[in-house]
């Protein structure tokens, strides 16, 4: 399994709220390591916090680890500002050493040229309606309090995990519509930022699809899909989800026969031969 990428991408983590899977998150990072991490937005939820978040010791672990992969792997982390973390804007743009917290960015790699935003920008409800964009907020916690509900019935029946507001995203022509417009605006903002590709968050649907020649690439969230967007070292994405993920490391087991009486005589009484390897390891 690859476990060392170029670049990983992780968006809509939302710390703070009881939908959040920090702790999961936490151990995806720990699974692997990368030059480049870029948090794309709405990593810590703002919006929630003012109403009825709280901030929990997992929520902190998550930045814990963050800080062990720039102190230990020097890896280079870019956070970018989204709608529910709008507070940032009181600092942006910061540099702290690996650290870099930003709108948005252009990212170069392998030739290629990726135009990197959390999304919300192109949200027109979002950007010049905010009294509606709350209220879109309060229906999506609704929804995951009670995709909670029926996930922990279903978890007592044996059957996998559901997710109830993708379900309805699906089903909604509205919704579905309105996701559809969302892409194809970002992939004209691609080009008309001279760019290849472009890599989102936001609306909580992973993809990585070419749309009119553009490459369009959304890391999707850490609330249902838990999933993220991963370069290898040879500039190909791929998407990577967390319940697809075997985390069991097993070391191949290496069965030795069993010594006999005649074995420990011969350790025991023989000269030993000189190794003519020995020294190259000294």
């Known amino acids: 399994m690859e476990t060392h990428f170029k670049t990983i991408v992780i968006s809509d983590i939302h710390l703070g709220t009881k939908g959040s899977k920090a702790k999961e998150v936490a151990r995806f990072l720990k699974q692997y390591r990368c030059d480049n991490l870029i948090l794309n937005g709405d990593i810590i939820d703002g919006w929630q916090l003012k109403k009825s978040g709280s901030w929990k010791r997992k929520h902190t672990r998550f930045f814990n680890r963050i800080l062990k992969m720039i102190d230990g792997d020097n890896t280079k982390v870019y956070y970018l500002r989204g709608n529910h973390d709008d507070f940032l804007d009181q600092i942006l743009p910061l540099q702290i050493g690996n650290l870099s917290i930003q709108n948005d960015m252009i990212y170069e790699s392998f030739g290629k040229k990726y135009f990197i935003t959390h999304g919300d920008i192109f949200d027109s409800i979002t950007s010049n309606l905010r009294w509606i964009a709350y209220l879109g907020d309060i229906g999506y916690t609704f929804l995951l309090w009670l995709n909670r509900q029926v996930n922990y019935h279903r978890r007592k029946r044996g059957l996998p995990y559901f997710s109830l507001s993708q379900y309805i995203k699906g089903k909604v022509k509205s919704a579905v519509s309105y996701i559809d417009q969302y892409e194809e605006e ?97």
């Not at 290496?254 to 390897?277: H, M, R």
Request: with cysteine.
């Open 186 to 282: 970002l992939a004209k903002m691609a080009v008309a930022k001279g760019c290849d590709g472009i890599i989102c968050g936001h609306i909580h649907k992973a993809e990585n699809r070419n749309i009119d020649g553009i490459h369009y690439l959304n890391s999707g969230d850490w609330v249902e899909t838990m999933s993220a967007l991963a370069e290898d070292l040879e500039g190909n994405w791929q998407l990577i989800f967390y319940n697809e993920i075997n985390f069991k490391q097993e070391s191949p087991v290496i069965s030795l026969p069993k010594p006999t009486e005649q074995d420990y005589k011969v350790v025991a009484f023989s000269k030993a031969e000189p190794n003519p390897g020995l020294t190259d390891f000294l």
